[in-house]
């Protein structure tokens, strides 16, 4: 009978952007390790959108969250321990789970926010999704819904006034 030893698993997600007709652009920004460093409240609140999303805290909340140079077309990598063969098998029982965003890919709130939200589901057992598009597809395109808006607040719209009619 075999014995599971702990397995180191490393995922990433591709750098991307989507531009429909030239109409759609990325906002890049400047630094993004000084603008969202770990700890911060930005950071903090992309991680609670990412624990709200999926309803679960990966690696019972010990999560390290770094800024580590990588390949240009990376723009994160997760990595975790975990007791079983399978990668996916038992994220319950991961552990030294870490985040390491890449400092060169070009980071604004929603492509952060998104990011951070993807490598939680990696951390929590979700493999890649083959349909582009998708939160869990490598390739990143468009912000989860909660991150669409300015650090992940839903937008406020006041109530129009109602058009009143005038009797000829």
Not at 80 to 94: K, L, M
Not at 123 to 144: A, F, K, N, W
């Amino acid at each position: 009978m075999g014995v599971a030893l702990p397995s180191r698993i490393a995922l990433t997600v591709v750098a991307g952007t989507l531009a429909v007709a030239g109409m759609l652009t990325a906002t890049a920004v400047a630094g993004p390790s000084t603008r969202f460093t770990p700890s911060s409240p930005t950071t903090t609140r992309a991680e609670q959108i990412a624990r709200a999303y999926w309803g679960a805290d990966p690696c019972d909340g010990a999560i390290s969250i770094r800024w580590v140079r990588q390949s240009p077309d990376i723009n994160a990598l997760s990595t975790w321990a975990s007791p079983t063969t399978d990668p996916y098998g038992d994220p319950e029982h991961n552990s030294d789970c870490a985040i390491d965003l890449n400092p060169a890919a070009a980071f604004d709130w929603p492509k952060f926010c998104t990011v951070v939200v993807h490598e939680f589901g990696h951390l929590l057992g979700r493999d890649h999704d083959p349909r582009p598009g998708q939160l869990m597809s490598e390739i990143y395109t468009t912000p989860v819904a909660p991150c669409a808006t300015p650090t992940g607040r839903r937008a406020v719209v006041s109530p129009r006034p109602a058009k009143t009619r005038r009797s000829s």
